[in-house]
């Protein structure tokens, strides 16, 4: 019963936070389950990183990043799809990153 009471406890902080995941269940007696964005397949109890920057294992996936929601109007930011990161910089200048003063997600 204490083991069910902090399950549930754990199961609503994950509710609460920002994070863009999705959960999947797993087959009893699966050894190996497949990554629905790629079709590879992966053995259970391992994790990877996607093409599309979801962190995973066999029972789910969340992103690997946090989206900027607000930083200084004269800035923008950009996707590097390769180190699965937003990078927020001078929209005239992109040398210069600019302050993140909030973001969503991981």
């Given at each position: ?7 549930l ?11 863009q ?10 050894t ?8 590879t397949?992966?053995?259970v ?19 690997a990043?946090?989206?900027p ?9 950009v ?13 005239d ?14």
């Amino acid at each position: 019963m204490k083991y069910l009471a902090v399950a549930l406890l754990l199961c609503a902080l994950l509710s609460l936070s920002n994070a863009q995941c999705f959960h999947q269940l797993l087959k009893a007696g699966a050894t190996h389950c497949q990554d629905s964005v790629d079709g590879t397949w992966h053995s259970v109890g391992s994790s990877w990183r996607n093409s599309v920057c979801m962190d995973c294992t066999c029972e789910g996936c969340c992103s690997a990043y946090s989206t900027p929601r607000s930083f200084p109007d004269d800035c923008m930011s950009v996707f590097n799809s390769v180190a699965c990161e937003y990078v927020v910089h001078k929209k005239d200048d992109p040398t210069v990153l600019c302050p993140i003063y909030a973001a969503v997600g991981k």
